[in-house]
T-cell receptor, first 111, second 113 residues
Framework: EDQVTQSPEALRLQEGESSSLNCSYT??????LFWYRQDPGKGPEFLFT???AGEEKEKERLKATLTKKESFLHITAPKPEDSATYLC????????????FGTGTKLQVIP | EPEVTQTPSHQVTQMGQEVILRCVPI?????FYWYRQILGQKVEFLVS????????KSEIFDDQFSVERPDGSNFTLKIRSTKLEDSAMYFC???????????FGPGTRLTVL
């Protein structure tokens, strides 16, 4: 069964303190990996799609990278507005119709 | 920027009642999805819909659930006889292609009393 594990569960950073979030996955035949941001009471907001090991994508202070077993979301010099839960998700082995989400990393950036 | 919309934002119902949650996907998207998120838990896949039929569903999506695209713009999730454990946020999503990322709506908070 496809599995997605995210760590840490929660992360508290000072403003400007860079760090990385981890997403480990177990899926036969990776067809992509998605990163989303979710604010409390809101729907997931799409950030990145990564398709193959070695691929990197960047958006403002965020950079996502992918290896054969895990993905990292690097946050450089975070600001309080980056506080949110970051979700990792993979399409299931049979295709994109079903997506399995991790439990997320709740990030809090303190001014 | 195109977005997925959902109504209502909050639905309160009595156990055993039927509810219909509504979604308007992004207009040129072809694949539609429903997910749920119980408070404090992860986002869980319910069902995917393409070409006017269910393409995949999870074990959560039992006979009490149904989906429909009644016209060219709406996509609905019906729960026939709600249970207390159906209380959750329900998210609709859509994508332009099978291999494309999914865009989520703001969700409907369902409370079953």
């Amino acid at each position: 069964e496809d599995q997605v594990t995210q760590s840490p569960e929660a992360l508290r950073l000072q403003e400007g303190e860079s760090s990385s979030l981890n997403c480990s996955y177990t899926v036969s035949g990776l067809r992509g990996l998605f990163w989303y941001r979710q604010d409390p009471g809101k729907g997931p907001e799409f950030l990145f799609t990564l398709y193959s090991a070695g691929e990197e994508k960047e958006k403002e202070r965020l950079k996502a990278t992918l290896t054969k077993k895990e993905s990292f979301l690097h946050i450089t010099a975070p600001k309080p507005e980056d506080s949110a839960t970051y979700l990792c998700a993979v399409p299931n082995s049979g295709g994109y119709q079903k997506v399995t989400f991790g439990t997320g990393t709740k990030l809090q950036v303190i001014p | 920027e195109p977005e997925v919309t959902q109504t209502p934002s909050h639905q309160v119902t009595q156990m055993g009642q039927e509810v219909i949650l509504r979604c308007v996907p992004i207009s040129n998207h072809l694949y539609f999805y429903w997910y749920r998120q119980i408070l404090g838990q992860k986002v869980e896949f319910l069902v995917s819909f393409y070409n006017n039929e269910i393409s995949e569903k999870s074990e959560i999506f039992d006979d009490q659930f149904s989906v429909e695209r009644p016209d060219g713009s709406n996509f609905t999730l019906k729960i026939r006889s709600t249970k207390l454990e159906d209380s959750a946020m329900y998210f609709c999503a859509s994508s332009g292609g099978q291999n494309n990322e999914q865009f989520f709506g703001p969700g409907t908070r369902l409370t079953v009393l």
